[in-house]
């Protein structure tokens, strides 16, 4: 064997995964296609302060602080949200991707560089890896003992171990426009359904005169340029902007069913580890990356890298992370149905000082789901109660029922 385990995909997944399996004395090899690691940037960047700790990384990637967002309404109406508290960091991506490449490298493992992985062959006693090395035609061969896919949404291992893409994704646009924003730490959320079909727009400032931006749809046929275009047109504090830098990006919303196999396992967006209500990943990769090579050493140093190991993967990833992300992509099934006269209507609620006040003290980007379980107190109940239209009592009430359904029943194979 060439090297115990190879990682395809040096983003936050593959870093971190291969940290952690060189740092127990196994030889790890990190491939990364780029000629660097963190470029292109296909992220926004917005990560909460217990992801930041994650990582491990200083302060210094660190640009913004953001306490709160203001919400725009599919009616037009803006909401405010939050305010009291640092809710999250806006980060400089690429020198976070790049920091966790190096803390893989410091642990032991090597990165090759321009190094694409073209296509795998699994068998009993391993992988072999077949790299296209930068320019050169011929492809190295690259035997190892296991393989991780974290080589994002389009993954050469997933299709490798014949495991398919997420059943569900948002094609999305992000960078940067110049703009001096209204509020420089809240960030805006568009809710708005004719601009953002099944997701939703963005701006984050950076607290200079430059603000990221992007925007995104679950409708495949569109295209999120244009989207952005629509976006920036029809809110008058966007429209003279200029756009500075745009990248087009995917994000799965639903977990793949099948995120470990003998000698391979998918971690980050290459199994769709994702938040589905927000398309926010650093987190869940980090966290699935870590759970991803505890079950890999255990396997390493048992010698038993065959169906145990994928199915423990399986289980720890579903029991630590995976309920969250499956109660999420219920909640924004759930919340698609809703027509824009009802989604605004709910989202009025956010303006009663009850719910305020759960959200301030609750809320929390890493776990959105979580939230509303705080919202289900009798005293926040009351008044959502009386502030709802009558003519959306029975929708939230077949809602929670379909909800309390599918949460006590199903048993979550995911996808
Ligand atoms: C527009 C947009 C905005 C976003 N904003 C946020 C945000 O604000 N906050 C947040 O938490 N998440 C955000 N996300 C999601 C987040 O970027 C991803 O979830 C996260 O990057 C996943 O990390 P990863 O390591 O799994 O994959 P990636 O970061 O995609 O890394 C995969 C790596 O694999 C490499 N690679 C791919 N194929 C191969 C191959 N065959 N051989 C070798 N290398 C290969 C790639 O070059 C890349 O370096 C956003 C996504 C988009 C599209």
Redesign the pocket.
Do not use: M
């Given at each position: 064997m060439d090297f115990d385990v190879a990682v395809?995909?040096?983003?936050?997944?593959?870093?971190v995964s291969a940290k952690e399996i060189a740092a127990a004395g196994y030889k790890v090899l990190l491939?990364?296609?780029?000629d660097v690691?963190?470029q292109p940037v296909?992220?926004?960047?917005?990560?909460s302060p217990r992801?930041l700790e994650a990582t491990g990384l200083d302060n210094d990637i660190v640009l913004n602080s953001i306490k709160g967002a203001v919400v725009y309404t599919p009616m037009g109406n803006t909401i405010t949200v939050g305010g009291n508290r640092t809710h999250a960091l806006v980060i400089d991506?690429a020198l976070m991707?790049e920091g966790l490449a190096r803390k893989a490298q410091e642990a032991g493992a090597v990165l090759a560089l321009r190094?694409?992985?073209?296509s795998m062959q699994r068998s009993d006693d391993g992988v072999r890896l077949h790299?296209q090395r930068g320019s050169e035609k011929a492809e190295q061969k690259i035997d190892v003992r296991l393989v991780i896919g974290?080589?994002?949404?389009?993954?050469?291992?997933a299709k490798g171990m014949g495991t398919g893409q997420s059943e569900e994704s948002?094609v999305?646009?992000?960078g940067e426009i110049s703009m001096q924003s209204q509020h420089d730490d809240m960030v805006e959320v568009y809710v708005q359904p004719d601009l953002a079909p099944g997701w939703f727009g963005w701006t984050?400032p950076l607290g200079t005169d430059v603000s990221r931006i992007?925007i995104?749809s679950d409708e495949q046929g569109r295209n999120p340029r244009r989207l952005l275009e629509g976006l920036m047109e029809s809110h008058e504090h966007l429209r003279d902007s200029s756009v500075l830098r745009l990248?087009?990006?995917?994000?799965p919303v639903a977990p793949l069913r099948q995120i470990a196999e003998p000698r391979a396992m998918l971690?980050?967006?290459?199994a769709g580890?994702?938040?589905p209500t927000?398309?926010?990943?650093?987190?869940?990769?980090i966290l699935s990356?870590k759970i991803c090579a505890d079950v890999a050493i255990e396997a390493l140093e048992r010698g038993a890298l065959g169906e145990e190991a994928a199915a423990r993967y399986r289980t720890e990833w579903m029991r630590t992370v995976g309920l969250e992300l499956y109660r999420g992509r219920l909640l924004r099934h759930m919340l698609a149905q809703l027509t824009p006269v009802e989604t605004e209507q709910l989202l009025q609620l956010f303006t009663l000082k009850e719910v305020c006040e759960v959200m301030a003290a609750q809320g929390d980007i890493d776990f959105p789901v979580h939230l509303f379980s705080h919202l289900f107190r009798p005293a926040v109940v009351f008044r959502v109660l009386r502030a709802l239209p009558l003519r959306l009592w029975p929708r939230l009430a077949w809602l929670l029922v379909q909800w309390y359904r599918k949460v006590s029943n199903h048993q979550p194979g995911l996808q």
């Open positions: 395809v995909g040096a983003g936050p997944a593959g870093s491939l990364e296609e780029h690691v963190g296909h992220c926004s960047g917005l990560i992801t991506r991707d190094s694409r992985l073209a790299v974290a080589d994002g949404s389009h993954s050469a291992v948002i999305a646009v992000g984050i992007g995104g990248q087009g990006g995917v994000i971690v980050g967006d290459a580890q994702v938040k927000s398309g926010g990943g650093i987190h869940t990769s990356a």
